[in-house]
């Protein structure tokens, strides 16, 4: 149960960042809303998790920030998911690239 658990929060704080970037160029494009959502449920993340996130979606409140320091013990899956998400609309904006740069510096293992 506790690796459940534990995977749900490492999953969560995936979706999290994963929403910064979606917001990163000022707006959320469908195909990311779509993306995100589709990701949550694959990856099993709790229906109120799920909930939250869609919530998250439909606001225009800036995004809650992720748990860096969890997301650093498995920084290829969230690059992955990263990528994933800004190849999701066509589009790459300069904000995101910024973003994804200032990603790989934060999570790198010498930090």
């Known amino acids: 149960m506790a690796r459940r658990a534990a995977e749900d929060d490492f999953n969560i704080e995936v979706l999290k960042l994963m929403l910064?970037?979606?917001w990163?160029?000022?707006?959320?494009?469908?195909?990311?809303?779509?993306?995100?959502?589709?990701?949550a449920r694959s990856w099993g993340v709790p229906e109120r998790e799920?909930?939250?996130?869609?919530k998250a979606l439909e606001s225009n409140a800036?995004?809650?920030?992720?748990d860096l320091a969890l997301l650093r013990d498995r920084p290829d899956e969230v690059f992955e998911a990263a990528?994933?998400?800004?190849a999701s609309d066509g589009q790459l904006q300069a904000s995101?690239?910024?973003?994804?740069?200032e990603l790989?510096?934060?999570?790198?293992p010498e930090r």
């Open 83 to 86: 990528r994933a998400l800004i």
């Open 20 to 22: 910064q970037l979606a």
């Open 50 to 54: 799920v909930a939250a996130l869609k």
């Open 62 to 66: 800036p995004p809650p920030a992720p």
């Open 104 to 108: 790989r510096i934060i999570l790198s």
């Open 24 to 39: 990163s160029d000022g707006r959320i494009d469908e195909r990311e809303a779509g993306l995100l959502l589709g990701s």
């Open 96 to 101: 995101e690239q910024e973003m994804l740069e």
